[in-house]
């Protein structure tokens, strides 16, 4: 079982964060080191890093890059913070549907305002400190999660999966996927179905592969094909993982995971969603308040092909997230514990329960 490249971390110097470009995987493994504002926020748009805990602990990784530049650039005190503050707005606006971005820029700007008065370099440090707790506590995160999601499953399940909630998505093991990564370490046996996940091919570029490597009996089909699998008796269970929790329990994920959730019901599956506590938004009350990124029509028209395989000019639409509501929706698995519905209920009291 190979262990799977690190996904983000500080250049050794500090003054850059380093990718694992997730465009180019599964064929090439290439390292980027991003120094600028403008090459972070291209990397998160760009989906070279992607998937909502792995952006967020980014942004947390950039923000400490960017403050140390303010900081060598001689800014102290209200300047600082301004600075401080446009940039992390600016990483913010990259991509709009997964809170963690946002909740980690937030958290970065919490830590540094609790500095206020201190010099720039102690703010600096404790940006560090925050960053690296960040990614630090998802790990911790994703392995509770993973827990408690094997516990819904046993030996020999038939699992259908959707888009990349692995490691890669993640700092560790994953959430939507994290227990076939925990299962297999716990030598386990599961019967993965990987959806390829269009239009940028998750599941199949980025799933498929990690699960291969973890030695998990992954099966990859398209998206169309998720239906027949279920029918045939195959599955168990559906996982997956999720970008927006709103209050009542509705989700954003992958564009895609809502025609999932809609076959589950009909063939009376379990729909599971995994997530952390961060990936929950009870500031907003349903699926119809989540911002849906809309992407460029290209990537349906001619990203995967050696010749644009659609008419030139032809109108696409091509969100990147849908709404999976939540009556469809079995139980939320966080890391404090697995939720059912009611979710306005279940969600809140995990809040709750912090004090
Ligand atoms: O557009 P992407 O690839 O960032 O979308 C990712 C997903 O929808 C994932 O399922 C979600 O972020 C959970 S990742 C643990």
Redesign the pocket.
Known sequence: MAELPENIRLSPDGTGVVILDQTQLPRRQVFLTLGTAEEMYQAIRA?QV????AIGIFAGYCLYVLAGQLEREGLEGADFFARLDRLGKFLSSARPT?VNLSWAVERMSRRAASMAGAPAADIVRALGEEARAIRREDEEMCLSISRYGLSLLKEGDGVLTH???GPL??SRY???QGPFHLAAQLGMKLRVYADETRP?L?GARLTAWELQRAGVDVTLICDNMASMVMKQGWIQACM????RVAANGDVA??IGTSAVAILARHYRIPFYVL?PTSTVDLGCPDGDHIPIEERDGEEIRSLWYREPMAPEGVTCYNP??DVTPHQLITAIVTEKGICRPPYTRSLAALFAAEG
């Open positions: 989906l992607r998937g909502a805990p997964a888009c990349n909630a998505a993640t994953g959430t939507g940028l998750q997956v993982g999720c970008d994920n992958k997530g990147a997230f």
